[in-house]
């Protein structure tokens, strides 16, 4: 049998000494609880041959508070003996693999080798989950430790307590003249607790792997685990490493591993949060990202055994940091990246999966790094208050997920039948002001039309400033309030068309709470503009971005286009931008649905246009709601009364994964359209998507207005409504 680390959850069951090795699929487990085997118990090593049954107590003498000792153990790879020793200080156990080279002394120096292991784990973690790598210690003459810290409870009281007195206990039987720390999970904080403050004789480095730093997180994603070890909040802020002064990193060495897939510690929140504060003034401070290998991110990969004691090797050889004055204390400074733009390849970028360059004149930096790998992932943590994601779009792009603090928050499909570079394909709009993440991964789905799933980053751009000032409502391009009692309808605006009755149509004008309205009835009733007169409705052909907004009185049981340019044609491609609701196809029904189009026919792939947002909240009959739809450009945006709900994932009928609020479409407005055309859509003549009901100040505008003027426009108009 080959030895090999295991890992556990922060919620999971410990590194116990047991034989179980089958891993559990993730979906029997909790979010948190993350299995990914084991290996055989302390008494069962297979590298550990027994030689005298009771140990030797010549070679290491019976330590203070010695409570067991196992045979003695031969190392795998050298063949040198050591004991395993079990201790209890301060009412705690703790293990130790001793060399019989490193005998307690306090006249020859000895290196000891810390190791904190995962929450809910024992002192039996350093027969198990550290075996392999403890027993290569022995032939580098090195004592491994390994305290149970009450089960790894955190930085609390009690944990720290133990520290202290294994510190002290270990110290009193060797001249420690090197410490090294290892951590797993949840042993992450009390590890970076124990280095900040020095807890360790002669600290010369700490290897970190899928380790927790941050407590205030942690005690906000897991109250029910975090709480019962501490007294009340205040106390986790007092003993939270993420907590402590830049300064306490000043000459520290650090290596940092874990995977941005990781589901039960964030490594954006964590990892790379320490890597990114000890960065400044650390002697060495390293990370380095794992693919999640399907455990749900958190399993520890093999090659940390070897790469671990190679490091810890080399700092070795590298001898104690020379001690400096320290500079006097400064208010702590973010040292997250903030507003910038941040290329692909840059060191605050953390990647998993296979990535490739490729180099072009047209992309944000002269070039774009791409992945093909299942679950590939690039991850910026970063301190602002808006990110976006420049991109490609290509015939060979997948639908991409989008993360935001760990949060889904949109799927992007990147698919364009040609190659445009140095698009913006995701904006996160205003965030808090602090720390956030961001990950874009590849998705397993596809737009039908693509020949590929790939991943591309062309950059992250971070921005930092205040939310924009609340301004006005700017005036619209088109304002038809129905104030003659038949067509043609003008605008309040001057320069706009007016609306005509369409072939058939008596829709008949009607007393609204919001003054003169339009009724419609569903079977010959519709209001246009014709294509050669849309003047400023030609959105397409001037700012490329839209807002239609009207109040309805809906009583239509069927799908129907409240106003804009969609015209479906097999003559041409007419269709633009529309307002609609309950739309049957692609994620619309009983909502709120804007309509963009810039190839002017369906989406390429599919036998309709899927390209429109919708509100998730479900539309009422009967009663008036204010409907809104807007589009910048980038995404289509619907509002139902005001407010916009997002939507981050919906799977259609082919399978394909995106999100519906806000929908990113990239690609602008067609700048050729047909009519535009209120309660209906024309087809190649016949009008289809008619509309049942009242329909009262319907205005345009040509910009996408932003979320603080739609609800303006909604809390100044409600009021009629009394």
């Known amino acids: 049998m080959t030895p090999r680390d295991i890992v556990v959850g922060d919620s999971g069951d410990s590194s116990r000494t047991d034989s179980r090795s089958a891993t559990r699929p993730l979906s029997s487990l909790s979010r948190r609880t993350i299995l990914a085997g084991s290996v055989a118990g302390a008494g069962a090593l297979a590298f550990a041959t027994p030689a005298l049954a009771a140990g030797d107590l010549t070679a290491v003498p019976r330590l203070p508070g010695e409570v067991s000792r196992q045979a003695t153990a031969t190392s795998r790879t050298g063949r040198n003996r050591y004991e395993i020793i079990d201790v209890v200080v301060a009412g705690d156990r703790a293990r130790l693999f001793v060399p019989h080279a490193t005998p307690p002394s306090q006249s020859v120096g000895a290196s000891m080798l810390w190791y904190y292991h995962a929450r809910n784990g024992t002192h039996t973690a350093l027969s198990s989950a550290f075996a392999y790598s403890a027993d290569l210690a022995v032939d580098r003459g090195i004592v491994s430790i390994c305290p149970t810290f009450g089960g790894s409870i955190w930085t609390s009281p009690r944990a720290i307590e133990i520290q202290t007195a294994v510190a002290a206990w270990a110290t009193a039987l060797w001249r420690i003249d090197a410490s090294l ?24 480095g700490a290897y970190l792997v899928n380790s927790s730093y941050d407590m205030e997180e942690r005690a906000a994603s897991e109250p029910d685990k975090i709480g019962p070890e501490y007294v009340d909040a205040v106390a986790v802020v007092a003993t939270n490493p993420a907590r402590l002064p830049a300064s306490v990193w000043r000459g520290a060495r650090l290596r940092i591993t874990g995977s941005p897939e ?40 093999s090659f940390t055994n070897k790469e671990m004691l190679e490091t810890f090797q080399r700092w070795l050889a590298e001898g104690p940091v020379p001690q400096t004055e320290p500079e006097p204390e400064t208010p702590p400074v973010s040292a997250l990246p903030g507003a910038g733009t941040y290329e692909n390849g840059a060191a605050q970028i953390v990647t998993t999966g296979t990535w490739s360059t490729l180099k072009a004149a047209g992309d944000s930096g002269g070039s774009i790094a791409y992945s093909t790998t299942a679950g590939a992932s690039a991850t910026l943590a970063f301190s602002g208050t808006s990110v976006s994601w420049i991109s490609r779009l290509t015939a060979s792009s997948g639908i991409n997920e989008v993360e935001v603090d760990g949060v889904p928050v949109a799927t992007v499909d990147r698919y364009s039948a040609t190659t445009r570079s140095k698009q913006t394909v995701w904006s996160s709009g205003q965030l808090a002001a602090g720390a956030h993440t961001l990950t874009i991964r590849r998705g397993s789905s596809r737009n039908p039309a693509a020949s590929g799933t790939t991943l591309i980053l062309d950059a992250f751009v971070v921005g930092d400033s205040a939310p924009a000032p609340v301004t006005s409502v700017p005036s619209p391009v088109a304002d038809w309030s129905f104030a003659e009692s038949t067509a043609p309808f003008t605008s309040a605006v001057a320069g706009a068309p007016a609306l005509q009755q369409g072939v058939g149509s008596t829709a008949q004008v009607v007393a ?5 309205g339009i009724a419609m009835n569903g079977k010959t009733d519709h209001l246009l503009v014709p294509k050669g007169e849309l003047g400023p409705l030609n ?40 307002l609609f609701n309950n739309l049957s196809a692609y994620g619309g029904w009983e909502r709120v649905c804007m309509h963009v189009s810039k190839l002017g026919g369906p989406t390429p792939g599919y036998p309709h246009s899927r390209d429109y947002s919708a509100e998730p909240r479900r539309l009422t009959r009967g009663i008036w709601q204010l409907h809104v739809g807007t589009y910048d450009g980038s995404v289509a945006i ?38 535009f055309v209120v309660g209906a859509v024309g087809r190649d003549g016949t009008m289809i998507n008619r509309f049942t009901g009242t329909l009262a100040r319907l205005r345009v505008w040509d910009r996408a207005l932003t979320a603080e003027q739609v609800k303006q426009i909604y809390s100044a108009e409600k009021s009629t409504l009394a």
């Open 181 to 204: 720390l290892r951590s797993d999970s949840g042993g992450g904080p009390l590890l970076a607790w124990a280095y900040g403050n020095r807890m360790l004789p002669n600290i010369r």
């Open 512 to 516: 609204t709470p919001f003054g003169p």
């Open 262 to 301: 990781d589901v039960v510690v964030p490594f954006a929140l964590h990892g790379a949060a320490l890597h990114a504060a000890a960065l400044p003034l650390a002697k060495e401070a390293t990370l380095r990202s794992h693919a999640g290998e399907g455990t749900g991110g958190h399993a520890v990969p």
């Open 638 to 675: 619907s509002y139902l009364d005001g407010t916009a709900t997002a939507s981050p994932s919906y799977t259609d009928s082919l399978g394909a994964t995106y999100a519906k609020n806000p929908y990113v479409y990239p690609d602008g407005l067609n700048a050729t359209p047909g009519d």
């Open 539 to 578: 959105l397409g052909a001037s700012t490329g971005q839209v807002t239609i907004a009207v109040w309805v009185l809906n009583s239509d049981p069927d799908g129907a286009c409240l106003a804009g340019v969609w015209e479906e044609s097999t003559v041409g491609p007419l269709r633009s931008y529309a």
